[in-house]
């Protein structure tokens, strides 16, 4: 299934030139002429990368990203007239992944978004992977359940499903809070946020991993390790065919 970009601009040009110079290298393209159809249009359609102007009339393209990025990660590209440092810095810290000034050269911005959509693809594909066991539990990706060794199931919000999801993709690995509230709420970690150290914390209490934590190690000064042997299950393998993952 070829990649959907969502292209918002006010400019008819612009829109028109991307949608067929994207369409030409592979991928499929909608337009809007404006962010005011925006919401409306993500929960209708699935959409890989959204290429997002900055000035454009009604809300603009900064109070757009701002607000995508509290309900969703789907990757920005910001596109501006002006290139000015002030611009780019405000943009990235709105959330967007990359931002590129006008006039631009239509192969740049292919470069630029074949790399963010190379960067937001998870080191273990969903379709590849459908089970996570370490420990004696069982992590379902298909069925969103986690069981014990005993077979009961672990109550865990979405929140902390996809946090243990996270560290069991990255086994033995020391993750940072910053990377952890990135891959998590697709933004930067603002100062003295500690979100991450409670979600951490609630999810040792889910897996009854107390006192000295064994499972979900803390690395002062540095972030948080998942020490155990992990055996990502492939669909393949569930229904008895050849395994996949680790």
């Known amino acids: 299934m070829p990649k959907h970009i969502l292209v918002v601009d006010d400019d008819l040009d ?37 290429v997002l102007d900055l000035m454009m009339p009604g809300p603009d393209g900064l109070a757009l990203c701002r607000n995508l990025r509290a309900r969703s990660r789907i990757p920005v590209l910001m596109l501006s007239a002006r290139g000015e440092d002030v611009d780019r810095i405000v943009g990235l810290e709105m959330g967007a992944d990359d931002y590129l000034a006008k006039p631009f050269h239509p192969r740049e911005l292919l470069a630029r978004i074949r790399a963010i959509l190379a960067r937001a693809q998870p080191e273990e594909s969903a379709t590849e992977v459908a089970e996570y066991r370490f420990e004696g539990f069982r992590m379902d990706l298909l069925r969103r359940a986690l069981t014990r060794p005993d077979g009961t199931r672990v109550a865990l919000s979405g929140a902390e499903f996809e946090l243990l999801g996270i560290f069991l993709a990255r086994p033995n690995r020391v993750l940072t809070r910053d990377l952890l509230v990135e891959l998590t709420q697709g933004r930067e970690a603002p100062a003295y946020d500690r979100s991450i150290d409670v979600r951490v914390s609630r999810l040792r209490q889910a897996l009854g991993d107390k ?9 002062y000064g540095e972030g948080y390790v998942l020490s155990a042997q992990v055996d990502a299950v492939g669909a393949a393998r569930r229904r008895g065919g050849a395994p996949a993952g680790r």
């Open 211 to 219: 006192g000295e934590a064994r499972l979900l190690q803390t690395v």
């Open 14 to 50: 612009i829109r028109t030139l991307l949608a067929e110079y994207l369409e030409r290298n592979g991928f499929r393209v909608s337009v809007l002429p404006d962010g005011r159809e925006l919401a409306r249009t993500l929960e209708e359609r699935s959409v890989d990368l959204v």
